[in-house]
């Protein structure tokens, strides 16, 4: 059951990928990440995520993001997360926004260790924004429900220096409650990309993201967005693996 569910989230994400909606605005989208992870204990993961975000094409906004987050490999195959996300945003002119947004989840291992890893992600995230200018508070509830795969190119295993692997998931983002004034937060995204880990501290991913928005979740997808996304990882206190440890 879980394969034909991984099968099918990765046949979505790529069909989607491919046909979009003639009719949706475009955007081009740049993320530069920097993210730290501390494994210990044989089964924790520490990790802190930095990464700043802006639309290259017209209606530009910038956004700079700060999330901690906190991983429990409670068996072999499974891992349970917490996470809260510091976002700043500029919209456009007089638009400014701060959100502050915890999510829970939990990573289920389908494969590991081999040349083919696969994992589906489920997490809840409360999404807490403050409009800066009109000075209140929006609340918003969603769920995110992701297949994820990496292939390993010139290597056994994801644990292997010197590797070259590729990157292949996709992503639903559903909103349970009321949409926030913000860009919109019902999303599908598809991502495809190439990461190189030159030894257990560092790695580096670029990956292209197609991602489609739209405002409600009966409405068909308004916005198309083509995102370039530039990575480096640096893992520290080597010798403490967790499963997670091989993202």
Request: hydrophobic share 35%; proline share 2%.
């Amino acid at each position: 059951m879980i394969r034909r569910i991984t099968r099918f989230l990765i046949f979505v994400g790529c069909l989607f990928s491919i046909c979009q909606c003639a009719f949706a605005q475009r955007h081009e989208q740049l993320w530069l990440d920097y993210q730290i992870d501390y494994p210990f204990a044989n089964q924790y993961l520490f990790e802190v995520n930095g990464s700043y975000q802006t639309v290259l094409t017209k209606d530009r906004w910038r956004s700079i993001n700060v999330g901690p987050t906190f991983e429990y490999s409670v068996l072999n195959n499974l891992d349970l997360l917490s996470e809260v996300s510091f976002t700043s945003t500029l919209q456009k002119e007089g638009s400014n926004s701060f959100e502050i947004a915890p999510m829970v989840g939990v990573r289920y291992h389908i494969t590991q260790g081999k040349r083919v890893v696969s994992r589906l992600l489920l997490r809840y995230q409360e999404r807490n924004f403050y409009q800066i200018e009109d000075k209140y508070w929006d609340v918003s509830n969603r769920v995110r429900l992701k297949g994820e795969m990496n292939i390993c190119i010139n290597g056994p295993n994801l644990f292997t220096d010197n590797l070259w692997y590729a990157i292949l998931d996709y992503e639903e983002f559903v909103v349970m409650d009321d949409q926030v004034n913000e860009r919109y937060a019902n999303r599908r995204r598809a991502r495809i990309g190439i990461s190189y880990r030159y030894n257990y501290e560092h790695r580096f991913d670029l990956i292209y993201t197609r991602q489609t928005s739209r405002n409600e979740i009966g409405d068909d997808f308004v916005s198309n967005d083509n995102v370039i996304q530039l990575r480096y990882k640096m893992f520290l206190n080597p010798g403490r693996q967790v499963g997670s440890q091989s993202r």
